[in-house]
């Protein structure tokens, strides 16, 4: 089984020619391994790196990536789609 990537060296230039950069202090985005799979996320407009939150009132902007094992999808994503 292969896992998400942990760090930009992990994806840089295999999978993307270049880091991706964050609009708001122009460094490599972040990258965070979370139980579930991996956030990546950008420090946000008040440019203070707040881990990858990406949830509640002061959250950050970003994406996660989970193992597709690790969390149960709700019924709706998994009607009339064909794997």
């Given at each position: 089984m292969r896992c998400l990537p942990a760090?930009?060296?992990d994806i840089v230039p295999e999978?993307?020619?270049e880091k991706l950069l964050d609009p708001?202090?122009?460094q490599p985005l972040s990258i965070r391994a979370v139980p579930e799979g991996l956030v990546i996320?950008?420090?946000g407009a008040d440019r203070?790196?707040?881990?990858g939150k990406?949830?509640?009132?002061?959250?950050?902007?970003?994406?996660r990536l989970v193992?597709?094992?690790?969390v149960e999808l709700p019924r709706r994503?998994?009607?009339n789609r064909t794997l």
């Open positions: 760090t930009w060296d999978f993307l020619p708001f202090d122009g996320y950008s420090v203070t790196d707040d881990g990406l949830e509640g009132r002061d959250c950050g902007v970003g994406f193992h597709s094992m690790s994503f998994l009607e």
